[in-house]
């Protein structure tokens, strides 16, 4: 345990988003993405896990210590639900709720249709599997800045 470290995260999370840079992406998958396969492609080349975590744990866990990029639109994003890309699901709606406080104001996540997001994390630096078992708690977060002391 260290201070000031929320517990949840394990040392190669720490690892991996201490090694990102800005611009980065991490994807937070649910666990039916076949997140083994795609995360021999990404950067880091192997999978990362957060069994015992919904998404909106992992993402609150997570977002205590990484800064989203506030320069793009496309700073979060949220795989769509197929056959209805307007619709938001409950597990997309907690980890909006964990964006939003973690950023402290409303900032929408983009979506993006299934196979696009699959090519997406296939070109991330990491893919983090929780125990999200709902369906379409898959999330891409791009890694921003934290400026210099004043």
Do not use: W
């Amino acid at each position: 345990m260290l201070k000031g470290l929320d517990p949840r995260l394990n040392a190669d999370v720490l690892h991996v988003l201490r090694a990102m840079g800005h611009g980065d992406t991490l994807i937070l998958s649910d666990t039916n993405f076949p997140a083994s396969s795609i995360a021999k492609e990404t950067t880091h080349g192997a999978l990362l896990r957060m069994e015992n975590l919904t998404a909106a744990e992992a993402a609150e866990a997570i977002l205590s210590v990484l800064p989203l990029d506030t320069f793009v639109d496309d700073f979060a994003a949220r795989m769509e639900v197929v056959g209805d890309p307007g619709r938001i699901e409950p597990t997309q709606v907690e980890v909006q709720a964990a964006i939003d406080a973690a950023e402290g104001t409303p900032r929408p996540m983009l979506s993006v249709e299934r196979f696009a997001f699959y090519d997406l994390a296939k070109t991330s630096y990491a893919v983090i599997q929780t125990g999200e078992r709902r369906f379409y708690g898959c999330f891409m977060f791009r890694k921003g800045v934290i400026g210099p002391e004043d």
